[in-house]
């Protein structure tokens, strides 16, 4: 009678993907602006290319861990609570 209330694999599969598809999207968006922004300031100095690429792989770079760090709690919250 009460194996609906107690069952979590609905809850764990809306959590896990709740996790990995908000934490995906401040990093897509961040990637996203910081590209632009790169694009524009080579726009502006064109000899100031190595820097700014530089600049720009590094923030993309800590960007993603962000979404790495969502798919992980994805990743426990299915498989392990």
Do not use: C, H, Q, S
Not at 33 to 56: H, K, S
């Amino acid at each position: 009678m009460f194996d609906a209330i107690t069952d979590v694999a609905g809850p764990k599969a809306i959590g896990a993907a709740l996790a990995i598809g908000l934490g995906g999207l401040g990093p897509g968006l961040g990637i996203g602006l910081a590209v632009r922004g790169a694009m524009e300031a080579l726009g502006r100095n064109p000899e100031a290319a190595g820097d700014i690429r530089t600049t720009m792989i590094i923030g993309a770079a800590l960007a993603e861990a962000v979404a790495i760090y969502a798919f992980v709690i994805a990743i426990i919250i299915a498989f392990v609570v």
